[in-house]
């Protein structure tokens, strides 16, 4: 059974930080690349970070210098270090692994800024 399960969210202050979990199981996760999407209430789905099979990283200009993402594939987790938060980085995350026609999604985590 295909499972995608992202963790780590939660409130923080602004300036804080925060690390997202993203577990995959059921498929070969180190052949899919990866990436984390956010959504804010009201908006659309906003593509935030991506990490390929060999490692090579994507960043929006929104969160590049203050967010990271890395993989662990012994572990099949995916990580976004999120440090310097804002209050518009507020939303729900997903986490994402895809590969050719392929493509997964977890069921996100909610991620709150505010003082």
């Known amino acids: 059974q295909v499972q995608v399960v992202e963790s780590g969210g939660g409130l923080v202050q602004p300036g804080g930080s925060l690390r997202l979990s993203c577990a995959a199981s059921?498929?070969?996760?180190?052949?899919?690349?990866a990436s984390w999407v956010r959504q804010a209430p009201g908006k659309e789905r906003e593509l935030g970070a991506s990490i390929t099979v060999a490692g090579s990283t994507n960043y929006a200009d929104s969160v590049k210098g203050r967010f990271t993402i890395s993989r662990d594939d012994a572990k099949n987790t995916v990580y976004r270090q999120m440090n310097s938060l804002k209050p518009e980085d507020t939303a729900v995350y997903y986490c994402?692994?895809?590969?050719?026609?392929?493509?997964?999604w977890g069921q996100g985590t909610q991620v709150t800024v505010s003082s």
């Open positions: 994402s692994a895809y590969a050719l026609a392929t493509l997964y």
């Open positions: 059921g498929f070969p996760f180190s052949t899919y690349h």
